[in-house]
């Protein structure tokens, strides 16, 4: 219930603190649960069995060519993203941008994008996302062929709208105990 503190509670596997409940929290990030995601790296999602109604927000650690996700855009929502720590390179809309320390993307709805970890060593990236309806996060998604992207390993070989194909030759996310690994 929004108003009120939620509880926070141990992640199963690994662990890690997630809310239980709808309502205000405090959690640090090195005591919140993370994800292993493999070519996705690591990230902390802040968030429990019930994901947050109208922002998403993660940190992720990228190894150089470790990337967020799939080059993607989302008709109806914006994203933001602040490179916290290391090198990134952008691509968006056909086209590489280096990113670095305090660099930030904003993302207006439409715009075909991913971050790529680059450089010598990890990169701290923190990403912001508005959600619909509530009605799912992945909505609208749409993931087209990029040969940009691709030279990175992020583009899809076939258009879709449907993140389980989009990433279907990907293994699952492994929750993983706090490593460290924030500058």
Same mark, same amino acid.
């Given at each position: 219930m929004a108003g009120r503190e939620a509880r926070l509670g141990q992640a199963r596997g690994a662990g890690g603190l997630i809310p239980e409940e709808r309502g205000w929290f405090v959690v640090n990030a090195a005591e919140a649960r993370w994800?292993?995601?493999? /070519?996705?790296?690591?990230?902390?999602?802040?968030?429990?069995?019930? /994901?947050? #109604?109208? #922002?998403?927000? *993660?940190i992720s650690v990228l190894q150089p060519g470790q990337s967020l996700g799939r080059y993607h855009f989302e008709p109806g929502h914006e994203e933001d993203f602040l490179v916290l720590d290391g090198e990134c390179i952008l691509v968006v809309e056909e086209e590489e941008r280096r990113l670095g320390r305090w660099d930030f993307f904003h993302c207006p709805p439409g715009v075909p994008h991913m971050i790529v970890g680059s450089g010598d060593g990890p990169a701290t990236v923190l990403s912001v996302g508005a959600?619909? +309806?509530?009605?799912?996060? +992945?909505?609208? @998604?749409?993931? /087209?062929? +990029?040969?940009? %992207? %691709?030279?990175?390993? @992020? +583009? @899809?070989?076939?258009?879709? *709208? *449907?993140p389980v194909e989009a990433y279907a030759d990907l293994p699952g996310h492994k929750s993983v105990a706090y490593g460290g690994w924030l500058p």
């Open positions: 994800k292993d995601t493999g /070519p996705f790296g690591l990230y902390c999602p802040f968030e429990g069995k019930l /994901p947050f #109604l109208q #922002l998403g927000i *993660n959600r619909g +309806s509530g009605k799912g996060m +992945s909505r609208g @998604v749409v993931y /087209p062929v +990029s040969e940009v %992207a %691709a030279r990175h390993g @992020v +583009s @899809v070989e076939r258009e879709t *709208n *449907n």
